[in-house]
């Protein structure tokens, strides 16, 4: 499984612009929020199962703050932790947060 870490605005860039090529899963963590632990446990059962061609990214909202605002900044989303959002052409076109990122909520995102 490759999941792209995204730690800066330039990461943040890229993975928005390889959105025109393929959707891409932006999920933002926070290490000290039990919830989003299990959040993240659910990404991470989704993208073993994922058999479609996407970009996986992976944003420490705690240590890279200023790219979790930019992304609420960019795409007009309001900040939750965690929080989960699908891209497509350069748009947010989904965005779920706490128990409502699960496997099938992401699978659902995809269709």
Known sequence: MNILDIESIDDLDKAVCE????PVFLF???????VSFKAQANY???????????LF????LIQFRD????ITSRFGIDHQS???LLI???KAVWNASHYNINPDSL???LS
């Open 44 to 54: 991470m059962k989704f993208i073993e199962d994922c058999n479609d061609d996407v």
């Open 107 to 109: 699978r659902e995102a």
């Open 19 to 22: 959105s025109l090529n393929k």
């Open 88 to 90: 497509k052409n350069e």
């Open 28 to 34: 933002k963590h926070s290490t000290h929020c039990p």
């Open 67 to 70: 790219v979790s605002n930019e």
């Open 82 to 84: 965690p929080q989960a």
């Open 57 to 60: 990214t992976h944003l420490d």
